[in-house]
């Protein structure tokens, strides 16, 4: 079974950290750019930071110098260090692949973050 799951989230006050991590199954890992997505309530999923196999990485304009993705390709992890957390942060977070044309991972439960000011 392909899949992912994602941990590591939780409430926080602002200014916070927190360090979410993404297990995933399957040979797709290895071979795609892999990301962390949220999504807050009444808005739309959105990709917050990628990372290529190679370990480049990319990030939203409201999340760079606060978030640090990074990948493991032998465990299959992918992981998401959040500091600096805002209220505007508060959403669930899911990991996937990315790409306009690349197969996706079933969307797995995801992990909230809840941050308070």
């Known amino acids: 079974q392909v899949q992912v799951v994602e941990s590591g989230g939780g409430s926080v006050q602002a200014g916070g950290s927190l360090r979410l991590s993404c297990a995933a199954s399957g040979g797709m890992f290895g071979l795609n750019v892999m990301g962390w997505y949220r999504q807050a309530p009444g808005k739309q999923r959105e990709l917050v930071a990628s990372v290529t196999t190679g370990g480049s990485t990319n990030y939203a304009d409201s999340v760079k110098g606060r978030f640090s993705i990074s990948r493991d390709n032998a465990k299959n992890t992918v992981n998401l260090q959040m500091n600096s957390l805002k209220p505007e942060d508060t959403a669930v977070y899911y990991c996937?692949?990315?790409?306009?044309?690349?197969?996706?991972?079933?969307w797995g439960q995801g992990t909230q973050v809840i941050v308070s000011s």
């Open positions: 996937n692949t990315v790409g306009r044309f690349v197969k996706r991972y079933d």
